[in-house]
Every structure is written in C-alpha cells, then in structure tokens.
C-alpha cells in the first residue's frame, strides 16, 4: 500500500477513499506482474491481502506512572 500512495497524503490514505486506494495497489501489483517481477500467485495473493481499514488517533496525554 505505501508505494501507492500520492504525494499528497491528505487526498488518500488508509481509512479514506479506500476503493481508489484499492484500484491504486491492484494497478501496480498488474504492473509488477506484466513486468515479470511478481509471478500470477503472488499478485493474486497480493490483492487478497488485507490492511487496516482506519487508523488509530495519538493520545492527547501521556499516561502517568510513578518511579519508584
């Protein structure tokens, strides 16, 4: 997934437009396998692969623990 994301990360990233991010991935993992560097299976399962649909936000704080 991170080689086809655009330069312009706001316009798509994991979470967000995920059909467009998918055709994205599955138009290189074509590309790679045309090109000879990936044989039919291993695109094949490329594109069954899943990823994390949405991202999980950073905490505002940072826990308190004590040192003892």
Not at 4 to 33: A, C, F, M, T
Not at 41 to 56: I, V
């Amino acid at each position: 997934m991170l080689a086809v994301l655009p330069n312009s990360p706001s316009l798509i990233y994991p979470g967000k437009q995920q059909e467009l991010l998918l055709e994205k991935r599955n138009r290189l993992l074509d590309h790679l396998w045309h090109e000879g560097i990936l044989d039919s299976l291993d695109c094949s399962l490329a594109k069954d692969g899943t990823f994390a649909g949405s991202h999980s936000p950073f905490p505002m704080r940072l826990p308190t623990h004590s040192i003892d």
